[in-house]
């Protein structure tokens, strides 16, 4: 089985796990001042994605944005796109994520501790929540088998115009149902950056 194939309803029966729903669990953050060349790629991409599959929406959109975090965090942690993340294949935690952050900024293979998970769909983010919390799962798995227990994990599914965001902490997933545009991307840019220091 792949995370593909974990609905809401399925992942939250799989692994015991409560949801909570329309709870914000960002702070008040400011915006991060976009480089201008992040600035100038989504000028550029925008309109080309709209007419674009999920593959074209993750390589112009999406893939742009979480680059622009790392460089924000002087490169110290790493990003895998479209990477296997095989955890436990008996509990069906395997397949491949479209995007997966990891506080190590080792780039050749994934290390722990994997922090965020961002997830790709073309039209409605719903239907991306179940993929994307059997992910998060994966790695809150991850990290403790490789010696780097981490009990709060976070994620996103996106669209590349609108983004969700999702907490999960020990068996809680808290799942923020405001899509935030992804213009000002100031905003989606600090709210990246505050997840992948504030998981623990």
């Known amino acids: 089985m792949s995370y593909s194939q974990f609905s809401l309803g399925k992942v939250k029966k799989e692994f015991s796990l409560k949801v909570?729903?329309?709870?914000?669990?960002?702070p008040d953050i400011p915006p991060i001042e976009p480089s201008p060349l992040l600035?100038?790629?989504?000028?550029?991409?925008?309109?080309?994605?709209?007419?674009?599959?999920?593959?074209?929406?993750?390589?112009?959109?999406?893939?742009?944005?979480?680059?622009?975090?790392?460089r924000v965090l002087n490169r110290q942690i790493s990003l895998f796109s479209g990477e296997e993340f095989a955890v436990d294949e008996s509990l069906g935690l395997n397949g491949v994520c479209d995007f997966l952050l990891s506080k190590s900024?080792?780039?050749?293979?994934?290390?722990?501790?994997?922090?965020?998970?961002?997830?790709?769909?073309?039209?409605?983010?719903?239907?991306?929540?179940?993929?994307?919390?059997?992910?998060?799962?994966a790695a809150q798995l991850f990290n403790h088998q490789n010696?780097?227990?981490?009990?709060?994990?976070?994620?996103?599914?996106?669209n590349g115009t609108a983004w969700r965001f999702l907490q999960l902490q020990d068996k809680t997933v808290t799942i923020d149902l405001i899509d935030y545009p992804l213009l000002p991307v100031g905003q989606i840019l600090a709210f990246l950056k505050w997840m992948i220091e504030n998981t623990t």
């Open 105 to 137: 900024p080792e780039l050749l293979e994934i290390e722990a501790p994997v922090v965020a998970i961002v997830e790709a769909k073309k039209a409605d983010l719903t239907v991306g929540l179940g993929q994307c919390i059997g992910s998060m799962v």
């Open 147 to 158: 010696g780097e227990p981490m009990s709060r994990i976070f994620g996103s599914v996106s």
């Open 20 to 26: 909570v729903e329309g709870v914000r669990f960002f």
């Open 39 to 70: 600035a100038e790629i989504l000028t550029e991409n925008i309109p080309l994605a709209a007419v674009g599959s999920e593959k074209a929406r993750s390589e112009l959109l999406i893939s742009p944005v979480l680059v622009e975090v790392r």
